[in-house]
């Protein structure tokens, strides 16, 4: 259990992700680094052999020192892009991301606000889902101030 699920197919590449919709007095926790000026979900990558689900608890463990239980699934979200990290830039990433809602301890605190994503270090940010600050995906500014108890099921195409 230790392949990504990352595929290279031609010129592009797919990806199977997940990531947590951490809730606290109206802020979103996302995570961010030097290299881009935006912010995306706590998570990661599936690994071949693990579920959604626990791979968004063991993602959530990674980044922030804390045990956290998946409440339900809130969101699939079909998205084409071009990369934009220097090992992926300007190729065409296909990727399908589950978003969960997580059971947030009243308490929840991170263990560290940073932690390192390979050589990257990456910072988690409590960002206010009314802010001006840029985030993915970006339903969330709308999609999360109505939760619902469907799955929602989104595309964003930007080839």
Not at 22 to 37: H, T, W
């Amino acid at each position: 259990m230790s392949q990504d699920m990352t595929v290279n197919v031609d010129d592009g590449i797919i990806n199977i992700r997940v990531g947590a919709i951490i809730l606290k007095n109206g802020k979103l926790l996302m995570a961010g680094n030097s290299r881009e000026s935006y912010h995306y979900t706590v998570g990661g990558r599936i690994k071949f052999g693990e579920t959604a689900k626990e791979a968004v608890e063991r993602e959530v463990f990674e980044e922030t020192g804390v045990h956290m239980k998946a409440d339900r699934l809130g969101f699939i979200h079909e998205n084409y892009f071009r990369g934009d990290a220097p090992s992926n830039m300007g190729k065409l990433i296909y990727e399908i991301d589950y978003y969960f809602y997580m059971t947030v301890p009243e308490d929840f605190d991170p263990v560290s606000m940073t932690f390192m994503e390979g050589d990257n270090e990456e910072k988690l940010t409590w960002v206010d889902l009314e802010g001006e600050a840029p985030y993915y995906p970006e339903f969330f500014r709308t999609e999360l101030k109505v939760p619902s108890d469907e799955v929602r099921f989104f595309t964003t195409d930007e080839r």
